[in-house]
């Protein structure tokens, strides 16, 4: 069977190619319709791993913020002993 397919393939080579450049033509003409289509989000699972790691990192980051920003950033070290020379 692929014996009988090959030597098609090999004596009308040029008619294979033709009808392959015109199957690529009308694929990417019907195939521009599509866009139209597709939507660009919601395919998010919120209980995937990825999708609560970055709740976690947003949450993180927030926190991090909201402690960054107090107003008073005091700090006092008392060294005593050996450390202190």
């Known amino acids: 069977m692929f014996e009988s397919l090959g030597r098609f ?3 009308r080579r040029h008619l294979v190619l033709a009808g392959a ?3 690529v033509a009308v694929a990417a003409v019907w195939g521009t319709g599509v866009f139209g289509s597709l939507a ?3 395919f998010e699972d919120p209980d995937s ?3 609560r790691a970055a ?3 947003k949450r993180v980051a927030e926190f ?3 402690s960054l920003s107090c107003e008073n950033r005091d700090l006092a070290a008392i ?3 050996d450390a202190a020379r």
């Open 9 to 11: 393939m090999v004596r």
């Open 21 to 23: 450049g015109v199957f």
């Open 40 to 42: 660009g989000a919601g």
């Open 49 to 51: 791993d990825s999708a």
């Open 55 to 57: 709740e976690q990192v």
């Open 64 to 66: 991090r913020r909201a």
């Open 79 to 81: 060294i005593t002993g």
